[in-house]
């Protein structure tokens, strides 16, 4: 009787979220699937199709000519349907890294059906995977302490606001009385407030590095770098709105005027060592612009600064008071230097030369800063790699 | 200048993201709109389709047969390529309800490429659009107070294990030294401690009801009853593995004999009131079932047990001292009873006899609990009121 139930339990719910699945018998199919060579093999089901693609970050790129310039987009690959009538491919070997994926069934994008992990970025919906190794063993969930991910609404009187962030305090952090730094990430545009622990792995990268000792246990705090935005897309009082690239108020001065707000409540409300030797501020792209002013903007504020791809721009065309006289405020800042400065860019990145003529008038002042210089372009890849890197480096 | 590099930054973003739709002038495509009378438009740009189908809650259902009985199955309405050659279809007036569909491509099922708002119900992903009025209000992100929704890893030394949980803390709860009641809120099979906060809508509701003042503020705490897992899919150390209805240990006592820890935790680490009078527990099928057990093997634990669908089965062929002596255990909790025993069901609810059942034998040992009987079956439709209308009755 109790089996009887508990299969009909199992059934009622498969059937009504999912009528139209073969439920009864039928393979259940395993895609994708990360084989111990690291070879990923994608498989599905769709006797109907002519044409079944995969197209993803793995596969040699494509370039695409735009109104803009010629630009990168992940390759295709064909499957096949095997011997059972499924549709397949196999990689080659792929390097140890967080991967996206889609299908495309006789040109209609779709996720692989056997995957529910999906991760979206702006408005794109892709399935993901792991091939773990080398630096994406942080990207992975281990069996280690883990800290607490939480939504928190802020209160912005600047911007007479209630604004939703994301707050990771370390493992621990409830049962002690200890004061922890407080490192502030950015995200870029598009992004949100979940960017940095949906797509970024920020709290993996954290809970690993914090538990194999090489990253001081801190606060982090994820804000939503739109100011247009209550809250991520789906999250906010405007209900079910498609997101978009296309907000107000970006990058005109708003957010690095209503940062201090976020300061203020994270002191209120969290035990945090409250001074600049303890606080760090990053971002990737417009959170690396972002960091760029804000930081140089309250120069006593934040003893690190990471810029990430930043989306460093000249301040004509705005007349926002915050990127007035950027030479007199880094002057400023750099008077009592940060104890870390650090830059960091793709080889192949859009802003790469933007970034080079910054470093350039910092070289010409004599300020202070560290370089990195990585392979590739302006993707996440890079961004939870500088992640890793510029961790270790904060409150030593 | 800086316009050119903001359209660039968004144009990278959005051709690495997503290469193969149309970015460069393609018309945006509004699906699914709900209009302002309540009837809503689904669109998809798919030309090389032949048949283009929309299946969700919303349409009349589709009775299917199954080895275990027939079931009814969400039903499915085709879309009609429109004059700009677009597929469309507009269902009639719909009541006030979260929805989930999902379209259904020459045979082959596929999320609604133009809405990025998705929830998982455990294997399956649907599409969701909320219709709003009456208590479908409630489900709504409004510009009310919010509290904070927290993941957070607990230690069961009963298990040998650390586990996840969601915790809601009221609005305010970080500003004040006040001591909140808990309400321990369980999942269905299936599910996991995401399930309440997505398919839920439990934050919502709790912001909502609380800031009308119909609600006490309290702390509301979601764990995870599978024992066999530490967390919900893709948030363990399992990496992406596929979710699951089979999972061992789900109803085998672990869980109940477990949930002391999990009091502990949580009296250990917020600021609650640790007695009988302010501590609720309540859940959907499994989670009803665990919630009788838990509340009836700790009696003086709980004043407040809601059931909702309760998956209540005969305690035979498990030999877990928890489901012992099952007519003692309840004679020693209603020696003492709580404050509130609620019990809710829909009449097609496929637990209906069983429930009754279980109702009469409180009836025959005059044992004092509530009643409500809905319409409509073992569905989030009906979960999602349950907890609308047991919540205003807690902690008064």
């Known amino acids: 009787m109790r089996k009887t139930i508990l299969l009909l339990l199992a059934c009622v719910m498969a059937v009504t979220a999912n009528a139209q699945q073969a439920l009864w018998g039928a393979p259940s199919i395993v895609s994708p699937e990360v084989h111990p ?3 990923v093999t994608f498989r599905m089901n ?3 199709a002519t044409k079944v693609q995969v197209t993803g970050d793995f596969l040699p790129p494509q370039q695409i000519d735009t109104p803009y310039g010629k630009f990168d987009a992940p390759g295709t690959a064909d499957l096949v349907k095997n011997a ?7 990689t080659t070997a792929l390097s140890p890294e967080l ?13 692989d059906p056997s995957n529910v992990f ?7 919906i892709t399935n993901v995977f792991l091939v773990g190794g080398d630096y994406a063993d942080y990207y992975k969930i281990n069996d280690v302490p883990h800290g607490t991910v939480s939504k928190v609404w802020y209160e912005s009187p600047t911007l007479g ?3 939703r962030m994301t707050v990771y305090t370390p493992a621990g952090y409830e049962k002690s009385d200890k004061r922890y730094p407080v490192f502030y990430l950015l995200h870029g545009m598009g992004g949100d407030e979940n960017a940095w622990t949906e797509l970024g792995r920020a709290s993996q990268i954290l809970d690993n590095m914090i538990a194999q000792g090489k990253v001081e246990p801190m606060i982090v705090v994820m804000t939503n770098g739109n100011v247009a935005m209550e809250a991520a897309p789906g999250e906010s009082s405007l209900g079910f709105k498609a997101p978009t690239t296309q907000l107000p108020h970006t990058m005109d001065g708003t957010f690095e005027q209503h940062f201090p707000d976020v300061v203020k409540y994270i002191d209120s409300n969290y035990r945090t060592i409250a001074d600049k030797k303890h606080r760090a501020i990053g971002g990737l792209s417009m959170g690396g612009f972002h960091s ?6 309250y120069p006593d504020m934040f003893d690190y600064v990471g810029l990430f791809s930043a989306a460093i721009l000249p301040h004509d065309g705005t007349t926002s008071p915050v990127y007035d006289d950027l030479e007199g405020k880094l002057a400023k800042q750099f008077s009592n230097p940060p104890a870390l400065y650090w830059i ?12 080079k003529d910054y470093r350039k008038m910092l070289d010409d002042k004599g300020y202070k800063y560290i370089y990195r210089e990585s392979p590739d372009g302006h993707i996440w890849k890079n961004w939870r790699i500088y992640l890793t890197e510029f961790l270790p480096q904060l409150f030593k």
């Open 161 to 163: 606001m209630n604004r």
């Open 37 to 39: 060579d690291n070879t």
């Open 118 to 124: 999906q991760i979206r970025d702006t408005a794109s």
């Open 46 to 48: 769709a006797p109907e």
């Open 344 to 355: 960091a860019i793709g080889d192949k990145d859009f802003l790469y030369e933007a970034n």
């Open 292 to 297: 760029m002013h804000i930081s140089k903007q």
């Open 99 to 111: 991967y996206s994926y889609t299908f495309i069934v006789d040109g209609q994008r779709m996720p």
């Open 84 to 90: 059972d009538g499924l549709w397949e491919f196999t």
